[in-house]
């Protein structure tokens, strides 16, 4: 079973940055595509980016342009660079592995996820 462990929230006020890591506990992870969700208060999850074990990405609309997600096979790792931050990016950030090994496409769909990290909060002042 994998563990995925997020970091890198914090407060940060609007047209700032943050870098947010999703590290995990298993090697074989790195045939597992990775996404990055978050919740905010009074609203549902969403997906924000995601990853495949090939490289390909894909984000919502909203953060095209401002978030860019990568990985580190050799650190275990997934990145989420949140450059230009607003106020509306204010959320828990989680991330998880797709349920499917070795998939070429990034899947938006929460069930299609498991392994979900505790999350870390984000809170954007304007």
């Known amino acids: 079973q994998v563990q995925l462990v997020e970091s890198g929230g914090g407060l940060v006020q609007a047209g700032g940055s943050l870098r947010l890591s999703c590290a995990a506990s298993?090697?074989?992870?790195?045939?597992?595509?990775v996404g990055w969700f978050r919740q905010a208060p009074g609203k549902e999850r969403e997906f924000v980016a995601g990853?495949?074990?090939?490289?390909?990405?894909n984000y919502i609309d909203s953060v095209k342009g401002r978030f860019t997600i990568s990985r580190d096979n050799s650190k275990g790792t997934v990145y989420l660079q949140m450059n230009m931050l607003k106020p509306e990016d204010t959320a828990v950030y989680y991330c998880?592995?797709?349920?499917?090994?070795?998939?070429?496409?990034?899947?938006?769909?929460?069930?299609?996820?498991?392994?979900w990290g505790q999350g870390t909060q984000v809170t954007v002042s304007s």
């Open positions: 998880a592995a797709d349920r499917l090994a070795l998939r070429d496409t990034v899947v938006v769909g929460l069930n299609e996820y498991d392994y």
């Open positions: 298993r090697r074989s992870f790195r045939t597992n595509g």
């Open positions: 990853i495949t074990w090939r490289y390909n990405t």
